[in-house]
């Protein structure tokens, strides 16, 4: 039994004994029951076997590279960066010889406190610049599209935005994490590929597009899987399992990768480089509206096992710089890996498909003629 092993127990076992006290919690029950099983869940969420061991070693024994990939003369166009991980990233492409850093965010005043925190560390001025952009509203997603296609270069799109809401919140009429993880994330990544490619094709070059994604996709439930429109029920209040549905907005996005991936390779338009990267359990504020037990819980797990916010950045900056090996693929620690077993098993496969026609159809409804850009 190796240390990993030994550590994968003592944090998450240890949680459990003050909360098993309590006779009858099913929280703990169900966390102290896994040892016999394939799976356990904790809430809504559903643990694959041996999950726990790959994500401590990945962690806490696993060492993510610095980047030192020249992005010297790029354009680098990056969503969710006035704080975390987005942040970070966008520090290192300016630190990497980027030539213009174009930061997506919901807030103009807090981009531009980005803009000033990333000069200061960098020494460098002029090079960073914000955009507004809220993937809230398909209207402004649009707009800031329309505003990339002006670019005279866009060699790297990182789609780094994203929330996880433990209520159910209506938007553009869906559930709120499903629009701005998925739907909205997607519209932007459909309409920024002819910017891409025009972008590659003038400067003899394969742009990438990256799509943060997580681990998280292997926990979830996923019970709307077995309706007949997904999407339609994803957006249905009385049967929405709100706990799960951040799981189920990053398994949505892999299960889409996985199939656009193949169709942009299929095109006889100019190449990009599609990618997801899992960026580790990182000190950042996506769980900011976690509830109990998370809420409680995930700050003591930061503490003994999380990712700095800086560390878990490389991993964005080595999806944008990665080759055409790790086109349409899932990246853990900088290195393609394949997804959740389900994701690859028959039903998964099934699904799959019908979550890219069903998530098509509804992108042409929101702009018409977006799925040519394919």
């Not at 799109?157 to 629009?179: D, K, L, Q, W």
Request: glycine fraction near 8%; hydrophobic fraction near 40%.
């Amino acid at each position: 039994m190796g240390p990993e092993t030994h550590l994968m127990k003592l944090l998450f076992q240890l949680p459990t004994v003050p909360v098993a006290l309590k006779k009858g919690n099913a929280f703990a029950a169900s966390l102290l029951d896994h040892r016999n099983g394939t799976r356990f869940n904790m809430g809504a969420l559903n643990f694959p076997s041996g999950f726990f061991t790959r994500f401590v070693r990945s962690q806490l024994f696993t060492k993510i590279p610095y980047p030192t990939h020249s992005f010297a003369g790029q354009t680098i166009l990056i969503t969710g960066a006035n704080v975390g991980l987005g942040l970070e990233a966008a520090r290192h492409f300016v630190r990497l010889g980027a030539a213009r850093v174009i930061l997506g965010c919901r807030s103009i005043s807090k981009g531009e406190a980005a803009v000033t925190d990333i000069e200061n560390s960098t020494q460098c001025k002029g090079v960073v610049e914000v955009w507004e952009v809220d993937l809230s509203s398909y209207k402004s997603v649009k707009a800031f599209c329309e505003q990339a296609t002006k670019l005279d270069r866009l060699d790297v799109v990182v789609e780094n935005a994203g929330i996880a809401i433990p209520v159910f919140e209506e938007v553009e009429g869906m559930e709120s994490t499903i629009t701005v993880n998925v739907i909205s994330t997607f519209l932007m990544a459909l309409l920024l590929v002819p910017v891409l490619r025009a972008s590659g094709m003038k400067h003899k070059t394969t742009p990438n597009l990256v799509i943060v994604s997580s681990d998280a996709h292997e926990q979830a439930s996923f019970k709307e899987q077995s309706s007949p429109e997904i999407f339609k029920t994803l957006a249905t209040p009385s049967t929405a399992l709100q706990p799960d549905r951040y799981n189920v907005s990053k398994l949505l996005e892999i299960l889409v990768i996985r199939s656009l991936g193949p169709d942009l390779s299929a095109s006889s338009k100019p190449k990009i480089i599609l990618n997801t990267p899992h960026p580790g359990f990182c000190h950042s504020d996506l769980m900011r509206h976690a509830v109990f037990p998370l809420n409680a819980l995930s700050p003591i797990a930061k503490l003994i096992i999380g990712r700095s916010t800086e560390e878990g950045s490389r991993t964005l900056v080595a999806s944008a710089c990665a080759g055409e090996d790790t086109h349409g693929c899932y990246m853990v620690d900088c290195e393609v890996q394949e997804p959740s077993a389900w994701v690859r098993s028959g039903k998964g496969v099934e699904t799959q498909g019908r979550v890219y026609k069903e998530l098509l159809e509804i992108l042409e409804g929101i702009e018409p003629g977006v799925t040519g850009n394919i």
